[in-house]
């Protein structure tokens, strides 16, 4: 019998592991996707758009940056009700921070990216990449 025989693994690369984790990180996955906003992606032969739902959030509340490939969006909406004298019976509003990213295609222009907001889509367009950036074949020199 080797000395690994029969002994529970007590690293991170191990099956025993990797199975005890997979209920967390299916759940983690979950709570994400409920506070991210709905989007969609989409593009033509020019450019890049990704439209984003965030009904109820005013734009100065909204930031949009790109760092390293990624574009991420983030903002909060606020709760704006008045609880005088009102019993709530129940409530399905979102309100709190969300943050959003999106890793850029290659031949994404990460300096040609500008953004509209209207009727509670964030619309956001990134410019391609003209074609004159194609692949080139390398040769190869004797040694």
Do not use: C
């Not at 099956?15 to 989007?39: E, K, Q, Y």
């Amino acid at each position: 019998m080797n000395s690994t025989e029969g002994r529970t693994p007590t690293h991170y690369g191990d099956n025993w592991w990797a199975g005890f984790f997979d209920p967390l990180r299916s759940l983690t996955a979950r709570v994400a996707d409920f506070f991210a906003p709905s989007s969609e992606a989409s593009g033509d032969r020019d450019s890049y758009e990704i439209s984003i739902e965030l009904p109820g959030i005013s734009e100065k509340d909204i930031s949009i940056a790109v760092d390293h490939g990624s574009l991420m969006v983030s903002g909060e909406k606020h709760i704006e009700r008045k609880e005088e004298g009102r019993t709530y019976y129940f409530s399905e509003r979102s309100y709190g921070r969300f943050q959003r990213s999106f890793r850029l295609p290659a031949d994404a222009e990460q300096d040609k990216i500008d953004a509209t907001y209207k009727n509670g889509v964030l619309s956001i367009r990134i410019a391609k990449k003209k074609s004159g950036s194609a692949a080139r074949s390398i040769p190869i020199r004797k040694g």
